[in-house]
């Protein structure tokens, strides 16, 4: 299949070229799409010089810091209009090992949705600090409580799709961000009655650069859920 790997930035300039280089290690055949919200620390200026010897390389590089949701949806979008068959979303930070890539796609041959999962086979994280698994965890959980997303792990955000899948999907319409687009791309996908596999990762907090969590992506995540449950019909159908 067709492959390409999508990873947004911001300020990712300590990590950005090597984790180029690791997925091409793992998955030579590949192409990567990075998606940056104009990094102040350059980011986007690395994968440019990358680009002029390795074009499997690409950038979208956007004008500010607009958000994950819509740099994903960005990014998803032109890489369906480039015809690519399997799409990876994954952060650039290695908390996401690029090893795990050629599992996810040997499993999308059966699947319309592969997830690298922490949570699949007991809790595989590293490095977090209580309170913050204890967040991770419990979101998970109510997002199953009120859902039923039958998902152990449906914040994560390293997964692949087979492309004839997500074309189903109405990509403008996603306006969440952090936990809440993942849970939201999650939940479509299942509605739409895609296969979804979960496989066990290990989850390792990033090396360099700071975390982009903040209260507002979790309050976001919180009501998200409602909405799904109850305006599915509404927001959604076609």
């Known amino acids: 299949m067709k492959s390409i790997v999508v990873i947004p930035t911001y300020n990712e300039i300590e990590n950005i070229s090597n984790i180029i280089d690791a997925i091409f290690i793992s998955l030579p055949e590949t192409h990567i799409l ?5 990094s102040p620390d350059g980011t986007s200026s690395a994968v440019k010089n990358i680009i002029e010897s390795n074009s499997k390389v690409h950038l979208i590089a956007r004008s500010g810091k ?8 960005e990014g998803f979008t032109w890489a369906l209009n480039e015809g ?7 952060d650039a930070d290695f908390s996401h090992n690029p090893s795990d890539l050629p599992r996810l796609l040997d499993e999308l041959k059966e699947n319309d949705l592969v997830i690298g999962s922490r949570y699949i086979s007991g809790v595989n994280v590293v490095n977090w600090p209580l309170r913050r698994l204890i967040l991770s965890y419990g979101a998970n959980m109510y997002t199953r409580w009120i ?5 152990m792990d449906a914040t994560g955000g390293f997964k692949c799709f087979k492309a004839e899948a997500l074309r189903k999907i109405d ?11 993942q849970i939201e791309m999650n939940y479509l996908m299942w509605k739409i009655g895609a296969k979804i596999k979960e496989i066990s990762i290990i989850f390792i907090d990033r090396r360099s650069g700071t975390s982009k ?12 859920v409602w909405k ?7 927001k959604y159908k076609k």
């Open 34 to 38: 990075i998606v940056d919200d104009n």
């Open 66 to 73: 607009m958000g994950l949701g819509t740099a994903y949806c």
């Open 84 to 90: 690519f068959e399997a799409i990876f979303e994954m």
């Open 228 to 234: 799904l449950k109850f305006l599915f019909d509404k």
């Open 213 to 224: 969590m903040n209260k507002k992506i979790i309050y976001e995540a919180i009501f998200l």
């Open 171 to 181: 990509l403008t319409r996603i306006k969440t961000n952090g936990y809440g687009f």
């Open 147 to 151: 859902t039923g997303l039958p998902l």
